[in-house]
């Protein structure tokens, strides 16, 4: 009969105390234990905030679409994760469903008297950027993005440069801005102003050394129908459309992007383009409402529409 080993039990490791208590206890700090107990937590709380933080950052963020901009593909009230890591190592697909950041607002709070902006009549409470007002702008263009409105001004320093803005119980004003040499933002010109950006959710339709066209509902990419909108009618009716309507070319380093309910979006045909910079990520998992949760936006073999 075989004599049975009896091995001894290992003593079970001791917990080492959380960092920041290991840290005070070398610097001569003695803590009761409720107050190591409250440190540990502490600990645990700041490591999580910053690893959610992290994720938010470089990895996904949460969204949810107020507008029926992209019906029937994305509708009102759907929530979804955007993807942020992909756009790292690879280009965004004619096709894709993507967020990016636009330029919302952008309203005068204070301009400084004897400065460009004084001398051409602007005052606090214009807006240079209004939701929904296409014809505000610089240059005689709207402005999509803060990189377009900083190289607005880069581009005109040492002359001058064409203002559009919206003031309210007058309407439309335009006004010419003398840009100093060095001016890079509108603080050069005189000018404080509250900015707002918000992440939109569009298609993309073409990217830079394109030429998009709308022809009879259609798009044409490089005088070739888009064959992935093709079963799609764009409406290009609107006065206040100005980029796609007729050949427009995409500059190099943006994106021309439509949204899938094409009677009633607000994209690139109203106020043109969007800087590459300005990308985010694109939609792949929809997490509310709960009947159309899943992934999409062709993620793990979804559809794109």
Do not use: C
């Amino acid at each position: 009969m075989k004599q049975r080993r009896w091995r001894r039990r290992k003593k079970p490791k001791e917990r080492k105390p959380p960092w920041i208590v290991r840290l005070l206890r070398r610097r001569g700090v003695r803590l009761s234990p409720r107050g190591e107990w409250a440190l540990g937590w502490l600990e645990t709380l700041v490591f999580a905030g910053a690893a959610a933080a992290l994720i938010i950052t470089f990895v996904t963020v949460r969204m949810t679409v107020p507008t029926g901009s992209m019906n029937p593909t994305i509708v009102p009230g759907d929530s979804f994760f955007v993807d942020r890591i992909s756009y790292y190592f690879t280009e965004p697909d004619v096709g894709d469903v993507i967020v990016f950041w636009q330029l919302e607002e952008v309203r005068l709070t204070s301009v400084q008297e004897g400065s460009s902006a004084h001398q051409a009549g602007l005052r606090a409470g214009d807006w240079l950027v209004a939701p929904q007002y296409p014809d505000t702008g610089l240059g005689g263009e709207p402005v999509p993005s803060r990189r377009t409105l900083h190289q607005r001004i880069e581009d005109a320093q040492g002359t001058e440069l064409e203002a559009t803005v919206l003031r309210e119980g007058v309407g439309m004003l335009r006004t010419t801005l003398s840009v100093p040499e060095d001016a890079r933002d509108l603080s050069a010109l005189g000018i404080n102003a509250s900015i707002r950006q918000v992440r939109y959710v569009k298609r993309l339709i073409a990217v830079g050394g394109e030429t998009v066209r709308i022809d009879n509902g259609r798009v044409y990419v490089d005088d070739e129908i888009l064959e992935d909108v093709a079963d799609h009618t764009y409406w290009a009716g609107d006065p206040r459309m100005r980029y796609g309507v007729d050949n427009t070319n995409v500059p190099e380093g943006h994106y021309y992007v439509l949204g899938d309910n094409t009677m009633d979006s607000y994209d690139s045909r109203y106020w043109g383009f969007v800087p590459v910079e300005d990308l985010i990520g694109a939609p792949f998992f929809r997490v509310w409402p709960l009947n159309r949760i899943g992934a999409m936006n062709g993620y793990f073999w979804s559809s794109r529409w």
